[in-house]
């Protein structure tokens, strides 16, 4: 439609509000309270605009431009002198209780406070009174909290009530006293608090590790990066000072974490930056373990050129590295450095996507689901991202009937949610115990594996006839399947969640069973399958064996080097298993970034670079592959990529010096020809040798002042920067100065618009897609003609044993990750070793909560730990808490023995 801003002729979106309108159209609109994922609410009455009735109408009429709809005709003004001078006295009222701390505020110069301020015209304080003034709360080890800063936009409480479903953070008092935190001091318990960073407008809350070793942030150099946490592939903004990383920051992708990032994505970085990192190569077995690469060349040449090879993969190690191992070992020497259970899950997964007989679903498809089912994967722990993605489709269901019914407009917040109250789209969160997604779900249902396949089964039978064998089911059973299809089948964009978190197969192919039995020509059924690690999909792709095939194989055949990729073996198989493993090899190379059981096991370890050191792809579970970019400036360092130490020991290989100088591009080239699966990989992002107009592109902001500065210590004269010839991205501030592509956007910044509020400006329309269309490449393409796909083998109903337990990991948002661990923040929210079972399993051992309980398997003892009662668990089952030194090797989905 048409609409007439100060007289000149726009064209824009139906559906829209005005302030929303007017910042996609690229015009400079000053707001607060307003949010693109959040929707108006008029509190800040800071966009205010003047509209008119028709062309003779010259008085017209304030509005706030966040409350008003976009009509066809629509004539406003927004540089109307009225207008402005209204917008001016509010922000002047806004701040006359602010400190004006600028100069000390951790979000001086990236403020979007700031930025209002000046596109207002307030430039001079008049208020000589007495500030209003309140004591600040202690909110943990993740967020710091300066009230006085606020000017009461209410954005935090939207934010960590409405859209993350937060309840220990409110608004308190009212008028001109009003104060958000919470009730008394306490760490904030939800795992999307750090957001609150980045959706305050002003500096209330701010990065709390950050302040560790603050930097301004126009002194950061920046690169566009990819979360190594989950499997889920968050877009992350990488900042770097001084050779060190001082903070991840949200890195808009429609198709992904749109806004936002969960804790652990935001603070699990400091792992980079940890005392445990390998930055020296070494040999070790000799009175200097300390070698130089030439030393290291020199060693390594007789083991890699007469032995045979065999390589270990890793789902966190980029698809660059795993290939660049496979070629060096060769493809039937090659191996995924997981379990043979986890790598058969992951097989499974990939042959279901490679079908296509279902829509690989995004976050942002799962955000717009209009019915979700979640079978046997506890999100909010283990993707807690699509945990929020789940709780918004859930949310927007229920606004966009309401909006229906009433002709509300779904941005109009407060509107919509007075009208809603409790009402919520459907949710079935079918689990092994609960979750804290249950509490917005229409049905839950927790049992043990089997019997959510069960479930799962009946629910596909009852959704398509005949094709699932359903003889075996109880009536409870087939009651609940109903309830749970007929809901299903009213949806128009359903979604099924699944993950390999359960250890079994079944569960898996159930859900898939259920999506492509939701399937039909006029509906788009999506499927989601959570996996272990940010690259296990990329692993698995590469169809290589497991972990337990290359220990056959290297029993069987003897005298082999093995080398290992960017993995703890311990943390993926039984300790017996690895240490016959390593027993059974002649030399052990390993590459890795941290030190580990396994990198104690190598006679040679090589150093490797992080996401934050180097730059790779990796595959997330829709299976989009994404690449990330160096931030690190390696100048002095032996800490290399994998995939270039690999190619180097290659070269010793063939006895050539091929390989030395490929970039990544080049290998994800070889890698398309030697694997057709991965067709098109090598488009995932530019060449290494584009520019624009000549240029490159700058990770450093235009008032980047520190390279002079960094080294003045020792030399006044600016050293030449760090030349990245594997990106487009240069180490610099010159360099091309407009809007880069989508992919490799490295920081958003625009005139007037320092904060992260900027990213409007790289988007086609606010909460949009970026300019070019969001990053990444799907390497699954469905197919609308294969809708016929079934697993029939439904399991037996579970049954518990005397003496036998189902041991299952117990997932914790924060406290789970291999690498995030290493960060102190989220070490001290990382939870204490336990056991979970029901009360029924510990009345057969005899126990109760707080015995220290042994979990034993094939002879192996576990260790001890204190146990708790779980009435939601079943008989049978027990849950330890996985991710921490205590259930390192434990053999997940096994039946163990237990003992007091």
Known sequence: MTILIDNKSYTVKAGKNLLEACLTLGLDLPYFCWHPAMGSVGACRQCAVKVFKDENDTKGRLVMSCMETVTEGLRLSIEDKTAKAFREQVIEWLMTNHPHDCPVCDEGGACHLQDMTVMTGHDYRRYNFKKRTYTNQYLGPLINHEMNRCIQCYRCVRYYRDYAGGDDLNVFAAHNHVYFGREK???????????????CPTGVFTDKTLKEHYTRKWDLTMAPSVCNHCSVGCNTIAAERYGELRCMLNRYNGDVNGYFLCDRGRFGYEFVNSENRIKQALIRNRTNEAATEDEIMEHLQPLISVNKLVGIGSPRASLESNFALMQLVGKENFYQGISEDEAHLNRLVVEMLFSGCVHSASLKDIEQADAVLVMGEDIWNTAPMLALAVRQAVVKTAASQA?????????????????????????????????????IATHSWHAAPDDLARLGFAIASYLQPGKIN??????????????????????????????????NDNVIKAAFDVAVALSTSDRKTGFCCVMTECNSMGLAMMEAPSFSVANENI??????????????????????????????????????????????????????????????TLVNNEGRAQRFFQVIPNTTSQVQESWRWLRKLQSLKLHTLNGHALHPDDLLREMEIALPQFKDIASVSLKHDFTIHGEKIPRAPHRYSGRTAILANKNVSEPKPFNDEDSPLSFTMEGYKGTPPSGVVPFFWSPGWNSVQSVNKYQDETNGALRGGNPGLLLFKEKIDNKDLFFNDVPESFVAAKDRWLLLPKL????????????????????????IMSPGSLLAL????????????????????????????????VLVTAGLRESIGMSWGARVQIGK
């Not at 001091?185 to 959706?199: K, T």
């Not at 087939?478 to 979604?495: E, S, Y």
């Not at 080097?561 to 703890?568: P, S």
């Open 812 to 835: 914790d948002a924060l406290g789970s990750g291999e690498l995030s661990s290493y960060s102190a923040a989220l070490k001290t929210l990382s939870p204490q070793p336990f056991a």
């Open 555 to 616: 029993k069987t055949n003897g005298h082999a080097t093995a080398v290992i990729l960017e993995n703890d073996i311990y943390k993926h198989v039984t300790s017996n298993l690895a240490d016959e493993f390593f027993n059974s090899c002649d030399h052990v190379i390993a590459l890795d970034a941290l030190h580990n059981a396994t990198t104690e096991k190598a006679q040679v370890l090589l150093p490797a670079a992080t996401f934050a050191d180097g730059d790779g």
């Open 470 to 503: 359903n003889t075996n089911f109880s009536e409870e059973l087939l009651n609940r399947a109903k309830t749970i299809g007929d809901a299903l089948k009213k949806a128009k964009n359903p979604v099924v969640i699944t993950g390999i978190s359960c250890y």
């Open 185 to 199: 001091d306490g760490v904030l318990q939800s795992p999307f608090s750090g957001n609150l960073s980045e959706v």
């Open 403 to 439: 909006s229906q019914e009433i002709k509300i407009p779904v941005w109009l917040d407060s509107a919509i949610k007075e009208l809603t109250q409790e009402e919520k789209g459907f949710l079935a969160t079918l689990t092994v115990t609960t979750s804290p997604v249950d509490d």
């Open 846 to 877: 005899e126990a109760k909560e707080g015995d220290m309980l042994q979990i034993m398997d094939a002879g192996i003892v576990y260790g001890s730990l204190p146990v708790k009662a779980d009435e939601n668990l079943c008989d049978g089952v």
